[in-house]
């Protein structure tokens, strides 16, 4: 009973309550428009933006100070690769901290094209996209080769360390870029929709989000960017972020700035947050997740924090819900859980683009899977505790 009861404590605190509105506003003690946001750990975090500001945080976000000021630079993009080491891009100019923020170099700075976002996947290679072109560097940002693409870059994501995506551009571009060799080489695929594009993100090598505004853009991709297909139509994407495969959240600026999310692969959103914004440049801007933690920035100084207790759900559903055998190839899954300290009220049988293909709310036992083909699904359970939501495959 003791073991039992301490179960079920575990489970109620820490079970998936992914898609509650709880968004905290967090005092940032600047009005200055915020445009970017990153952690380098559960406390550690920084966020840039205009008049040359960069706060810092050391306890998850709760108060931020300035680590810098120079009111020339108008900050765009952060990033780091160590809690020491970090980057901070402006429009021309690209600043480096060794020390955790505490002081800032100029190490690289240009005046024939403009910045956009800077990504860094090890301690020295490292990317700029730029309005016509990707600069890589191999050096920790100290000298920078244009590789041309004749296409803005506004976003980079890179789910491994060899194969990365580069994003952006008006609506007359329609192509996203994509490396499997660390940028020494790059492919191109057309998005098929005229858009102004601002974001994209790949949760794994292969399934990828991209996000627009002007004319309408959210797509999703399970083949690496070589087909995309449409999921959504928000009129104003301006980020999107995805914890895995299934839960993510949405910017939209739009006639409000909002926050979305999703727990099924982006086929359906639920609105939990809005703002005041008076256009696409304005409201929220950036997002970033770490260790079950979301941060949001926009405009004025507006920072929010939300815990997404997603950290702990691989726990949970080892030890509260198992399903078996996994891989499958008998047919069939059988679903194990205690009926004292759960119930499942419905099963869906979820495809890799997200479509809800089988649903069961009888049989909470087993799910007859032997019509589908070999391949990855989810099966998404609805239970009176939240959602959980396990990866499956079919096929030996």
């Known amino acids: 009973m003791k073991n039992s009861f301490n179960a079920l404590i575990i489970l109620l605190i820490t079970i998936n309550t992914f898609g509650q509105t709880d968004w905290t506003s967090i005092p940032s003690n600047t009005t200055n428009h915020l445009y970017d946001v990153t952690f380098t750990s559960a406390a550690n975090g920084f966020t840039v933006g205009e008049n040359g500001t960069i706060l810092k945080t050391t306890d998850a976000g709760n108060t931020w100070n300035s680590v810098f000021s120079d009111i020339s630079q108008s900050f765009k993009s952060i990033a780091f690769t160590s809690d020491n080491n970090g980057y901070a891009l402006s429009s021309n100019s690209l600043f480096k901290t060794t020390n955790g923020g505490t002081t800032w170099e100029l190490v690289f700075s240009i005046n024939t094209e403009s910045f956009n976002v800077v990504y860094f996947i090890t301690e020295n290679i490292g990317f700029i996209g730029t309005e016509y072109s990707i600069l890589k560097t191999t050096d920790g940002g100290q000298q920078w080769i244009s590789q041309a693409t004749n296409h803005a870059i506004k976003s980079i994501s890179f789910p491994s360390s060899t194969i990365g995506y580069f994003f952006g551009g008006s609506s007359a571009d329609d192509n996203l870029f994509k490396t499997t060799d660390q940028g020494n080489s790059y492919l191109s695929f057309p998005l098929l929709t ?203």
Request: glycine share 8%; net charge negative; proline share 1%.
């Open 194 to 396: 005229q858009s102004i594009k601002e974001k994209v993100w790949f949760v794994t090598d292969n399934i990828g989000y991209a996000v627009g505004w002007y004319s309408p853009l959210m797509k999703k991709t399970i083949d690496g960017g070589m087909t995309w297909t449409t999921i959504n139509e928000l009129a104003g994407g301006m980020e999107i972020n995805f914890i895995d495969e299934m839960n993510g959240f949405l910017i939209d600026n739009s006639s409000l700035s909002k926050i979305y999310s999703t727990t099924d692969g982006g086929v359906n959103w639920t609105e939990e947050l809005s703002i005041s914004a008076n256009n696409s440049l304005y409201g929220l801007a950036r997002m970033t997740i770490l260790d079950g933690t979301a941060y949001v920035v926009g405009s004025n100084g507006i920072i929010y924090k939300k815990s997404t207790s997603l950290a702990n759900n691989e726990h949970i559903e080892r030890t509260i819900l198992n399903i078996y055998p996994n891989p499958t190839s008998t047919g069939e899954i059988n679903i194990s859980y205690d009926k004292s300290e759960i119930q499942i009220r419905s099963i869906s049988m979820v495809n890799n683009i997200g479509s809800a293909i089988k649903t069961s709310a009888s049989n909470l036992d087993k799910i007859n899977v032997s019509m589908f083909s070999d391949g990855m699904y989810y099966l998404k359970f609805e239970t009176d505790k939240g959602t959980i939501t396990k990866k499956i495959v079919i096929g030996k």
